[in-house]
């Protein structure tokens, strides 16, 4: 198993059959690349978003247009892209389980908002979400754009995951030290990598406290386009 992140929120894993983007943010992205955009979404095989902000969403459609790749995500906004789209969606819902390629992925909570900026204001693009990715004898929590939840609990314990990928850069959402309280207390990860954060200077820069508090675990800062194996 294979997993790259895209800076920011965004993540390539490849598991099983499949090769998942995770949030693709490349439009206005300052930890991106943009002449490294081909090599991210190369043999791609869905597209999972975890809500509609435009940090996550901008590119999805570009990029399942281009690819013929699936999105997949919150029932809602599947529907509301599929009224405005060529491209296939595949909505579900918390709690429920897809098979994308062989890789078992299913929706839990997340706590944060979800909308799309209009001409007339935001628009709601259905509830935000974090991911259980299982396959290859891992499974792998993505947060999503969360604070801590007392669901981390039940999730720790029924799905047992063993990397997480954790929003941590503080502001809108979880900072370091919160994002390692929920790791401590919730989960026994032997992975955890931090996301959403050194994107801009408003957000956590540095993941040396995460590290410092989660002893036993290993915390790996990752670095745009570097893959990392499992």
């Known amino acids: 198993m294979k997993i790259t992140w895209l800076g920011h929120s965004g993540f390539r894993i490849e598991i099983e059959g499949a090769t998942l983007l ?3 943010w490349f ?51 599947m529907s509301w892209w599929s ?11 918390k709690g429920g389980t897809v098979n994308l390629n062989g890789a078992r992925v299913t ?35 993505v947060s999503g754009d ?12 029924v799905h047992g995951p063993d990397i997480g990928i ?3 850069g503080g502001h809108f959402t ?3 030290a919160r994002a390692a309280f929920a790791a401590r207390k919730f989960f026994d990860f032997d992975v955890v990598i931090p996301s959403h954060y050194r994107t801009f200077p408003l957000l956590e820069q540095s993941a040396a406290l995460m590290k410092e508090v ?12 570097v893959p990392m194996e499992f």
């Open 83 to 93: 009224s405005r789209y060529d491209f296939e969606t595949l909505g579900f819902n």
């Open 174 to 176: 979880m900072d370091m």
């Open 214 to 225: 989660l002893t036993g675990v290993k915390v790996i800062e990752p670095e745009v386009l």
């Open 22 to 24: 995770i949030d693709p």
């Open 107 to 141: 929706m839990v909570n997340a706590t944060h908002s979800s909308s799309t900026e209009s001409a007339g204001g935001p628009i709601y693009t259905g509830a935000e979400a974090g991911y259980m990715i299982a396959g290859e004898g891992h499974v792998v929590y």
């Open 27 to 77: 439009t206005g992205n300052p930890m991106f690349p943009p002449a490294r955009r081909a090599e991210a979404i190369a043999g791609a095989t869905h597209v999972l978003l975890t809500h509609g902000h435009g940090d996550h969403a901008t590119d999805v459609p570009d990029i399942c247009s281009e690819l013929k790749i699936p999105a997949v995500g919150i029932y809602d906004l």
């Open 166 to 168: 954790l929003s941590a």
């Open 146 to 157: 969360t604070d801590i939840m007392a669901d981390m609990g039940w999730m720790g314990e």
